[in-house]
Nanobody
């Protein structure tokens, strides 16, 4: 059983910052890619940022220069630092991990989501 537990969402004013964290736990053998996606109201889920085990990053154009993704491999944790937040960043943010478990092999897992609201 694998769990991805997110934390750090909330309400922030435009121009502010938030830090999202996601910790993977369970019978994990290895983690390949970790990342964040978001779903805004009435929109489809979209990629925000991903980070491979080798350190390669990929960001949505809309967040480049404002968001930074990082991970702590020893703690199976991925962090999204969000600066200069805009109202259009309002969404539910989901943690994502591609990993291999001891029992089930390789698969993709999702967190429950954390709400980020940017509003004055």
């Amino acid at each position: 059983q694998v769990q991805l537990e997110e934390s750090g969402g909330g309400l922030v004013q435009p121009g502010g910052s938030l830090r999202l964290s996601c910790a993977a736990s369970g019978s994990i053998f290895s983690i390949y890619n970790m990342g964040w996606y978001r779903r805004a109201p009435a929109k489809q889920r979209e990629l925000v940022a991903t980070l491979t085990s080798g350190g390669s990053t990929n960001y949505a154009d809309s967040v480049k220069g404002r968001f930074t993704i990082s991970r702590d491999n020893a703690k199976n944790t991925v962090v999204l630092q969000m600066n200069s937040l805009k109202p259009e960043d309002t969404a539910v943010y989901y943690c994502n991990a591609e990993l291999r478990t001891v029992v089930a092999g390789r698969g993709i897992y999702w967190g429950q989501g954390t709400q980020v609201t940017v509003s004055s």
